[in-house]
């Protein structure tokens, strides 16, 4: 089952629109799972047979069995937005064309200059070395050695040790169920992912990822 846009009028409306339907997704992802943790807390795959092949007279079958269809649209709905969100950041933050700039002047053009030059001068702090599947950061579409240039308002000079990661963790803490936009480089092409931190979503942590801090080559 796909999700159906609005036509934004810019791509800042758009990326709220996309946020916002994110947040719907995951919302109605996590009563799904409820479900299926109020059934013996199933899983996906767990067989709804007992050991001599009769239904499991221990859980609801039917509920079960609507659950898992329904969490598996919804992943694919949220996998499909996850790329849109994306798409949308990357718009947001692209420099105008070069004709358009050239042809301004004055504060507007500047900050558009400005903000191209910081992105330039970003360097990696941090680097993804595992992703659990189904995780908040699966979701945001992080993947294995990806390398994070910025994580919210976090860039390698916010942290005082290059070994200790722990204002990324503060600041984790600090935004469950709340969008944490992070740029990341992966194989030399930039990135922008939207990620939520969140508990119980069947694994550890509220990530679901291993973060390293990374010193460079």
Same mark, same amino acid.
């Given at each position: 089952?796909?999700?159906?846009? %609005?036509?934004?009028? &810019?791509? =800042?409306?758009?990326?709220?629109?996309?946020? $916002?339907?994110?947040? /719907?997704?995951?919302? @109605?992802?996590?009563?799904?799972?409820?479900?299926?943790?109020?059934?013996?807390?199933?899983?996906?795959?767990?067989?709804?047979?007992?050991?001599?092949?009769?239904?499991?007279?221990?859980?609801?079958?039917?509920?079960?069995?609507?659950?898992?269809?329904?969490?598996?649209?919804?992943?694919?709905?949220?996998?499909?937005?996850?790329?849109?969100?994306?798409?949308?950041?990357?718009?947001?933050?692209?420099?105008? %064309?070069?004709?358009? &700039?050239? =042809?301004?002047?004055?504060?507007?053009?500047? $900050?558009?200059?400005? /903000?191209?030059?910081? @992105?330039?001068?970003?360097?990696?702090?941090?680097?993804?070395?595992?992703?659990?599947?189904?995780?908040?950061?699966?979701?945001?579409?992080?993947?294995?050695?990806?390398?994070?240039?910025?994580?919210?308002?976090?860039?390698?000079?916010?942290?005082?040790?290059?070994?200790?990661?722990?204002?990324?963790?503060?600041?984790?803490?600090?935004?469950?169920?709340?969008?944490?936009?992070?740029?990341?480089?992966?194989?030399?092409?930039?990135?922008?992912?939207?990620?939520?931190?969140?508990?119980?979503?069947?694994?550890?942590?509220?990530?679901?990822?291993?973060?390293?801090?990374?010193?460079?080559?």
């Amino acid at each position: 089952m796909g999700f159906t846009l %609005p036509s934004p009028t &810019s791509p =800042s409306t758009l990326a709220q629109t996309l946020i $916002s339907k994110k947040t /719907q997704i995951e919302t @109605e992802l996590q009563s799904n799972l409820t479900i299926l943790q109020s059934n013996n807390n199933i899983g996906m795959s767990t067989p709804l047979v007992d050991a001599e092949g009769f239904p499991r007279a221990d859980v609801d079958i039917y509920a079960v069995r609507k659950a898992r269809v329904r969490i598996i649209e919804l992943r694919n709905d949220l996998r499909d937005v996850m790329d849109e969100i994306g798409k949308a950041l990357e718009a947001v933050y692209a420099r105008p %064309p070069e004709s358009e &700039s050239e =042809s301004e002047s004055g504060p507007g053009s500047e $900050s558009v200059v400005d /903000q191209e030059d910081e @992105e330039q001068q970003l360097e990696p702090f941090a680097r993804v070395d595992g992703v659990a599947p189904a995780s908040p950061a699966a979701e945001a579409g992080m993947q294995r050695e990806d390398l994070i240039l910025k994580f919210g308002i976090l860039v390698k000079s916010s942290f005082n040790s290059p070994s200790s990661l722990t204002p990324l963790a503060t600041l984790v803490s600090q935004n469950e169920n709340k969008h944490i936009v992070i740029r990341i480089r992966r194989s030399n092409e930039l990135k922008w992912l939207t990620l939520t931190p969140r508990q119980g979503w069947g694994g550890r942590g509220m990530l679901g990822c291993h973060i390293v801090p990374y010193t460079g080559p």
